[in-house]
Structure formats: structure tokens, C-alpha cells
């Protein structure tokens, strides 16, 4: 933990500025309930060309928030930066629940990885995206890096699995199809 408290005392210390104290409000909005990330999914299951990698995010990101917010949240309870170090100004309203692992940044990685195992054409803006909703849980101090970084590996992981999955399925659905025309 005391490492933890060294990173976001630096980030407060070294990094904080007018100019990210306005964008990385904004950065973390949209990672709020994962709707961007829902969206982007939606949008792109409307398409036949894109809908594999529609569906393989879609299924990435409930396989997040039930791990996260369902299973790893309750059961760590662990208690967010800002509740320990109430000095801190935060930036954002106040959020509820427990800091581990950071949703906004699991729900992130989970979608842009599931681009990334998909091949998707969008996947390096979606990373890009992912690190800066990571980033600024860190500088809005409302979660530690810990948080951010399990956040980060568990939406991997789980981009991942959605991908083997609507592929597996996909797979059975396609040979299923054949065998009955």
C-alpha cells in the first residue's frame, strides 16, 4: 500500500495543472457504467461485418462487471484513497462502493482487448482511450494504482474470454446451421 500512496501523492505533487484538472473529469465520464463502451458494442453488432467483435465486447463487458463489480468489489472492500485522504479536492462527485478493482478501467481494457483479440480496427484508439480512464481514476484520487492495474489485467483477461467465447459459439451456432440445411 505504501507504494500505492506514493504514486497518486506524486500524481497529486508533480502532475496536477489547470488543463487535466478539466480533461480528466471529462476522461473518466466516459468510462461511467461502461456506456461508451456499451454503445460502441451495440453499434457495432449492427453491422454483419462487425458483429463478431460487437458481440465478443458485449460479452467482455458483462463477464466484467459480474467479476468486478458483482465478486471482487464486496469480497476485497477495499476502502477508496479519498476516504483515507479526505485533504485531497476531488474533482468528481464522491463515487460509491469499494476501490478494488477499479470498474471504469476493467470495463475499458475488457472492451478495447476485446477489439484487440478480434482484430478490430479500432483497437489502438480503444487502448488509448483505456489508459487515459485508468489515468484518471489515478489523478482524480479515487482509486490506487493497485486498483487500476488489477482493473487493467482483468479486463485482458476477460477481452480475451469474450472473444474465445462468441467464437466457440459462433463456431457451434455455424456448424449447427450446416448440419441441418
Known sequence: MRIDLRILEFIQTYLRCDLLDMAMPLITRLGD????????SVLLLISPRTRKAGA???????????????????????????????????????PEGFSFPS?????????????????????????????????????????YPADVLAGALLGIMLGWLGNILVSFTGEKLHGKLHATA
Open 103 to 143: 470498474g471504469h478501467t476493467g470495463a475499458s481494457f475488457a472492451a478495447a482487448s476485446a477489439l484487440y483479440f478480434g482484430r478490430s480496427r479500432i483497437k489502438v484508439p480503444a487502448f488509448i482511450l483505456a489508459v487515459l480512464i485508468g489515468f484518471s481514476r489515478l489523478y482524480l484520487y479515487v482509486h
Open 33 to 40: 457504467g461502461g456506456i461508451l463502451w456499451i454503445g460502441i
Open 56 to 94: 465478443a465486447m458485449a460479452v467482455s463487458l458483462g463477464l466484467e462487471v459480474l467479476c468486478c463489480n458483482v465478486i471482487l468489489k464486496p469480497f476485497v472492500a477495499r476502502i477508496r484513497p479519498c476516504d483515507v485522504d479526505s485533504a485531497v479536492q476531488l474533482l468528481i462527485p464522491h
